[in-house]
């Protein structure tokens, strides 16, 4: 029949894969240079830097966003949806993302803005650095100011209790100590709204 056609996707797949899972802390930053050079020493690396935008849409569970990233010149796009619990200190982020090219993020850009609504925007610069399995990011956001964000990213099995740790002795390795609960994008509208008042 049609519906065992190979040119239909199997939708069953999708709808029972595992989402992927990391470990997050996010941190403001008083010292931008000693951070830098903790993270090389750490990494062995100068780093990569990506400059990003993210377009986040409403949305009635976790958060949703359409990124788009420059890398050495060359440009990409992710649209990613997230749920990750406003809390301090290492929490689980479980998320799913679709890469594509800039035709079809206009697209789906477009799709998402008249379904859902347009929240807000998140314009940053992003020294990226890895260390072992965890994504070191040092973060000048436009608006906000600078911050460090450490993601480690967990395997299948890895319990969460395994990325907490990792990111505990991380944080002591890059002296990071200021940690914030919340997205970018609630520390903008919290600033836009603070302004208005």
């Known amino acids: 029949g049609i519906f065992r056609n190979p040119i239909f996707p199997n939708f069953s797949k999708l709808f029972f894969r595992t989402a992927m899972r990391n470990v997050e802390i996010k941190a403001s930053v008083e010292n931008w240079d000693e951070l830098i050079r903790r993270a090389k020493d750490a990494s062995g690396t100068d780093g990569t830097l990506i400059e990003q935008v993210d377009v986040f849409f409403h949305s009635q569970n976790g958060r949703l966003k359409m990124r788009s990233l420059k890398t050495d010149g060359k440009e990409s796009h992710e649209l990613i949806w997230y749920s990750r619990n406003d809390q301090e200190g ?19 850009t477009l799709l998402l803005r008249h379904s859902n609504g347009v929240r807000g925007e998140v314009r940053k610069a992003r020294l990226l650095f890895l260390v072992g399995q965890t994504r070191v990011h040092c973060d000048q956001v436009e608006g906000l100011g600078q911050f460090a964000e450490l993601e480690v990213v967990l395997n299948d099995d890895e319990p969460i209790e395994r990325g907490e740790e990792i990111a505990n002795e991380l944080m002591k390795t890059l002296g990071i100590k200021d940690l914030i609960t919340c997205a970018y994008i609630d520390l903008l509208q919290k600033k836009a709204a603070a302004g208005e008042a």
């Open 90 to 108: 290492p929490k689980l982020s479980t998320y799913d993302k679709i890469e594509m090219d800039q035709k079809r993020c206009d697209e789906m």
